[in-house]
């Protein structure tokens, strides 16, 4: 089992910054691969960013590229989610997941076996 609690949500002006963060518990966080997945009122889940078991490989989603960074303390068993140049569409609950160390489809939810229970990202306009 693992659990996971983010933190770091709130309400913020268009082209401001937040920094998410997610710590792991119940098993060896090195072992997972971590992803950030956000979902807006009234839309399907989608995903934002990954980060392989040793910080090595990040992905991103187009909408979120360039903007956003995602990192992993391992000696802390804390992923961050750097949200920069945030937009009103960047509005939504934002979710942690933990999946296993070699992950075929990081950018699919499916791949995630353990789920946070988000923090909201308002950003207005």
């Known amino acids: 089992q693992v659990q996971l609690v983010e933190s770091g949500g709130g309400l913020v002006q268009s082209g401001g910054s937040l920094r998410l963060s997610c710590v792991a518990s119940?098993?060896?966080?090195?072992?997972?691969?971590m992803g950030w997945f956000r979902q807006a009122s009234g839309k399907e889940r989608e995903f934002v960013a990954a980060?392989?078991?040793?910080?090595?490989?990040?992905w991103y989603s187009d909408s979120v590229k360039g903007r956003f960074t995602i990192s992993r303390d391992n000696a802390k068993n804390t992923v961050s989610l750097q949200m920069n140049s945030l937009k009103p569409e960047d509005t939504a609950v934002y979710c942690c997941?933990?999946?296993?160390?070699?992950?075929?489809?990081?950018?699919?939810?499916?791949?995630?076996?353990?789920w946070g229970q988000g923090t909201q990202v308002t950003v207005s306009s």
């Open positions: 119940g098993r060896t966080f090195n072992t997972l691969t």
């Open positions: 980060i392989t078991w040793n910080g090595g490989m990040t």
């Open positions: 997941a933990a999946g296993p160390r070699f992950s075929p489809a990081p950018k699919n939810a499916n791949s995630y076996n353990y």
